[in-house]
């Protein structure tokens, strides 16, 4: 609502192949708006950061607990793949910046092209992860077909097993050859903290999608660009999990 | 302050006056699409309002239960189901939720002269979150109901065959709801403030809330997370809280209670917001250290990040870390020290109205003294050994979540219903309904004081028989605290139907909310107000308003 | 005020809005390529054994990319002063849990040793004397 109290705010459209942005009623000029908007997405990015943040207390705890599991489990992770993923990552998040630009300077094309850069980032690095998961249910590591089967306990024996951690090429054992101490914990919180952090991906590369869509309709320019800029943090702070993902798990051990 | 013009026109007949927000639109899509945050809060009344009756029924069946030594009514098993019920319904369906949604959402746009929350989107999806929270906990009690206690502890809630997931996935919606709350509130105390309207010129209540906010948004993410890996336990056993599986039990206690103990503040800075308003409006005087109550606000939130090991203090944890968290504990009394005296200092020599807020406002003071008191009893670390799990730890935390919480609860709904809906309740069975719930709340909790520091354990479906006398009179307490809270529904419900017309400024308040025409418009203001006076300058009121019935 | 368009990379938008800070394309690409460089350096790096000192300096280095990423490419830098104050408070929060559940952690052991003392048992409570009438 302007100051008078009656009408709402239009921003309008600074060229015939984009649409005028009418300011929600409730506030009195876009600064307002795109202030309450962003300070907004910053805070549910902190709530983010928290959830994310235990998992890493979690990472922490047990490589503090049982450092040679910890050791042995990341030298079977490609580092190699993880750095390729890094440089996805780091390569769309440019991509993404760029389109964030593209949009504030009213550029249409470029804002398209951008942002489906970014998604074809996002694409290239969930088939990577395909191929790093399939290689660990290769691997007896994490076998994901039987990963809800359930803990057996065998009672006569009095010995548990996970059907999920068959450790075929028996890698996780210490120098005597005498298995380490929970070997499947390395990989149960590995696919727990990049399964979630994928799920992220694909959720930022649906926003990404959808922004697209406006974009196209030429609902984002100059004048209000607020969606591609917030969609754009999203996609940031999923780089930014990632960033401290890859040494974590596959270069410190 | 500056007054608002009323939207009152004498010169119309009644059914031409304008609309207010209740009936300037109808039917059921008008409510569920609603993004009018009067509307959204008086849904989140409802709401809550049912999910404390449903608590409440629990409880009286718990102690029902307890009537006896070798128990009353149910199974052991059964009983583990019915207080967790209790405890889970309460924490996550009422307590925490109710005031940041119900009055908090009714009362913060008004208090800061917006038309809105930031963010009413979002604010719908919050309510929704809360909705399909409830509606997967009643899914949860249908499939088996769970037993792990309200604060689920590994490795039980990992081994135990029962919807624990459906419940944990319950928490995890209401969690966000909260978080989003949270949110909105924070954004909109930045960025929607009235022109003139400071900081330091806002209401208490608002200060209160902001506080809470923070911790909902920094907190309840972990509780999330918490959940989630409980989830992953249960459904591929990812070994991170399973002793088996080579997990820590003490990792869980840390994750949960790291959400749980800011959580606890997140219920309870709220009711001091209210608590702030009341003692005001009702002894017609400023606060009594104003900015030491804002900051205070923000200190017991920052340091409630920093404690929550006391409930730990059993665990085996590394003893260093409790000392840690006890000596910490006991900052957390200064700044609630400082609100409890700085309410009393206002209401000295104070023009003192005994209404029914103004009761339930003075029964808050004297129940939350002794809730607080007892909880620094308990995070002294060699008493706790001995408490901890009792019926001392029990009685505590009803004292301050029952006691104060709900009481303040109750304080606010009194003093802010004729805002809210343009009637009011009788007078003369408020008054009642707030001495029954005092005695009968004192009657339930004293008792288990004092079997607690004789051993009783608490969440225990049988007891030895020397505990009895204690048992049977705190039973036949809950059945007359019990009725006092019938009594209230009674009198509140039976005002929309058939109460008096309120006054256009019934008690007297000089903050903004108490400006907007009664009940208010649907955007709040025709003109955004501009605020020049202090915020709880009372020579600027309008006695006239206080006398005049709206309509 | 009229907002238009430029195609030559140096945008504003319309006063009514207020200034927003638009970056040059030279900067972000500048940004990328340290943030790759540095991923070069992490793999690099990572193959040195520093001891117990690996998991900070990876995490050191983390954090320099991190702090690129969010002063340039997310905008911080020319953002207003409470969402800087937003983001670095959920840091700060997160590290309480760090600390204070990482500290337990490693202090338990101090004052639980499992397998570091002896306690002296007397042969008689372990091996417990047969009764009597077993003899006969």
Known sequence: MSQDGHHSVVIPAPGPEFVPHTVAHHFDTPV???????????????????????LFAAYFYYHDLYPETFKVGGQQLD??????????LLLSSWTMAMGVRSAQTSQKRKTLMFCALTVVGAAIFMVIKFFEYKAKTEHGLFVFPHMFDGYQVDTATMTGSLPWFTDVHNVMVDAT??????????????????????????IGAGLILWVMKGVAKGRFHAGYYLPVDLVGLYWHLVDLIWIFLFPLLYLVP | MTTQAPVLDTNKSHSEQPKHYLNCSSGFWSWASTLDHKRIGIMYLI????????????????????????????????????FTLHGAFMVFLFVIPAIPGSLGNMVLPLMLGAKDVALPRLNLLSFYLWLSGAV??????????????????????????????TIGLAIFMLGFSSIFTGLNFIVTTHKLRAPGLTWFRMPLFVWALYATSLLQVLATPVLGITILLVAFERLYNIGIFDPRLGGDPVLFEHFFWFYSHPAVYIMVLPAFGIISELVSVHSRKPLFGYKLIAFSSLAIAIISFLVWGHHMFTSGQSTYAMFAFSFLTFFVAIPTAIKEFSWVATIWKGSIALNSPMLYTLAFLIIFAIGGLTGV???????????????????????????????????????????MFGVMYNETLAKIACLVIFVGFNATFIPQFIMG??????????????????????????????????LMVFYLVASLLTGKKAMQNQWGGVTLDWHTPTPPPLENFAHAPKVTTEVYDYSTLDLKSTQTPIG | MRAHAHNDGHGHGALQMGHHHVSSSAMFLNVLVVLLILTVVTVGVSRIDFGPANMLIAMLIASVKASLVILFFMHVKWDTAINKIVFLSSFLFLSLLFVFTLADQATRRI??????????????????????????
Not at chain 2, 59 to 81: E, I
Not at chain 2, 139 to 156: C, E, N, V
């Open chain 2, 47 to 82: 709401g809550t309002g049912l999910a404390f009756l449903a608590g409440g029924l629990f409880a009286l069946l718990v102690r029902l239960h307890l009537w006896q030594p070798d128990g009353m009514l149910f199974s052991n098993d059964q009983y583990n189901q019915i």
């Open chain 1, 79 to 88: 580092w190699k793949l993880g750095a390729i993923n890094t440089s996805v």
């Open chain 1, 32 to 54: 307002q708006e795109f202030q309450a908007a962003k300070l907004g997405f910053w805070l549910f990015l902190a709530t983010e950061i928290l959830l994310f943040g235990g």
């Open chain 2, 377 to 419: 009893i308990l995070g002294s670390l060699n008493v706790d050994l001995h408490l901890h799990d009792t019926y001392f730890v029990v009685a505590h935390f009803h004292y301050v979540m029952m006691g104060s919480i709900a009481l303040a609860f109750f304080a606010g709904l009194h003093h802010w219903w004729p805002k």
């Open chain 2, 136 to 165: 997967l906990a009643a899914l949860a009690i249908a499939m088996g109901g769970f037993d792990t206690g309200w604060t689920f502890y590994a490795p039980y809630s990992l081994y135990t065959n029962k919807a624990v997931v």
């Open chain 3, 111 to 136: 004052d639980h040793p499992m397998h570091v003392t002896k306690a002296k048992v007397s042969k008689e409570w372990v091996y417990p004397k047969p009764a009597i009438s077993e003899k006969h």
């Open chain 1, 177 to 202: 050859g005498a298995p380490l101490p929970h070997g499947h914990l390395f990989f149960a919180i590995y696919v727990t903290m990049t399964a979630i952090h994928g799920l992220h991906v694909i």
């Open chain 2, 453 to 486: 520091s004789q051993g009783m354990p608490r969440r225990y479906a049988t007891y030895v028989p020397e505990f009895q006398p204690y048992h049977s009179a705190s039973t036949m307490g809950a059945m007359v605290l019990g009725s006092g809270v019938a």
